[in-house]
């Protein structure tokens, strides 16, 4: 079996031990708190509801390191859990909490540089509040934010937008671009439709309406990486296409340029749970724009860290790249500019 020197899963999530009660000090809202009710585990409540149960591995960080060294992988890219984005909050709460979460993430890859590296979340309602804090994740030497694939059901390509993802792309801070909310959520409770049918829907809504709404032809520089493979994005990227060429008058109105023309230019990570869709994907946008991640530690993730991909027998090139180099690339962590980052993920320890 081919190895690689380094492997580097760029979607993890994470979360505070402790969280302050923000409901009680801000007087409002379905703030996520956690019940810590027995050892190793903690029930998240949204508000006074039961949301989930999560295991110590969301917040013990030494426990993390342990249990992905188990899947020959060194580093984890961690992020906050996008029911944390809260979005729905007032701007200023929520540019609270985003410090609160990000000053976490901070201490954590501080704490474990040759094993972390961080994501910050911003409060995307307010967009000048969301650039004051993506220039903030900057001074704490995060390479890029993770944000929700719509805010508040308005999709990335409303104008109101464009400045923040400008600044990334000035800034050149790295952008993931995770499903949230899924639309129609409400209508498809049963069978855990949110999760399985919702998400890959959500993220193409994300990536759609940012081709079409004309951001990658605003900002060429821009790094975005779409989580879950970009969810049903590329599957359907024929009908995308088919639908620009037949009814430009209502698909083509904000953005002349074929979809097709975008594949390649963003990333996605490797999450298919299928080695043939994997190798679809490679083809449609090559093993550069591929990113390996897990979702790690929710049960819905790709838990065995890309076990799957090192038994699809790819050319060590194809492993390399996305093992870390296209993580590299999408976090904009050139061996030049940023030797001591580097260096310090390739260390042996």
């Known amino acids: 079996m081919a190895k690689t020197p380094l492997k580097i899963d760029m979607h993890t999530h994470i979360i505070p031990k402790e969280i302050p009660n923000f409901a009680e000090k801000f ?3 379905d703030f996520i708190s956690l019940l810590h009710h027995k050892p190793g585990a ?3 409540m949204k508000g006074d509801k039961f949301f989930r149960e999560i295991q110590a591995n969301c917040w013990d960080e030494s426990a993390r390191i342990e249990e992905y060294k188990a899947f020959e992988t060194k580093v984890q890219v961690i992020c906050t859990i996008p029911v944390m984005f809260s979005y729905w909050a007032e701007p200023d709460n929520c540019l609270e909490l985003s410090v609160f979460l990000n000053d976490h993430i901070a201490e954590v890859v501080a704490d474990h540089p040759n094993h972390y590296l961080g994501l910050g979340t911003v409060p995307m309602q307010d967009p000048e509040l969301a650039i004051k804090e993506l220039e903030r994740c900057k001074e704490l030497g995060m390479p890029g934010v993770q944000i929700g694939s719509n805010i508040n059901n308005q999709n990335l390509s409303k104008p109101m937008f464009l400045e923040f993802f400008q600044a990334c792309e000035s800034l050149g801070m790295a952008v993931l671009v995770h499903p949230w909310e899924m639309m129609g959520r409400e209508y498809m409770e049963k069978y855990w439709l949110p999760w399985l049918v919702g998400m890959p829907a959500e993220t193409a809504r994300a990536a759609a309406s940012m081709i079409f709404g004309g951001v990658f032809e605003k900002c060429p520089k821009l790094r975005v990486c779409f989580a879950h493979a970009a969810g049903s994005l590329l599957a359907t990227i024929g009908r995308l296409e088919h639908g620009y060429n037949c009814r430009p008058d209502l ?13 390649g230019k963003f990333w996605v990570d490797s999450i298919t749970h299928d080695a043939d869709y994997l190798k679809y994907v490679i083809d449609l946008i090559g093993s550069d724009k591929i990113c390996l991640g897990s979702d790690y ?16 027998n790819l050319p060590q090139e194809d492993l390399d790249n996305i093992f870390y180099q296209s993580t590299l690339d999408w976090l904009g962590l050139s061996k030049k500019k940023d030797k001591k980052i580097i260096d310090s993920l390739f260390e042996k320890n």
């Open 27 to 29: 007087g409002y809202g």
């Open 42 to 44: 903690a029930r998240m």
């Open 251 to 263: 698909v083509a109105v904000h953005n002349d340029v074929n979809p097709r023309e975008y594949l």
């Open 297 to 312: 530690p929710f049960p819905l993730g790709d838990l065995e860290i890309g076990r799957f991909i090192e038994e699809m």
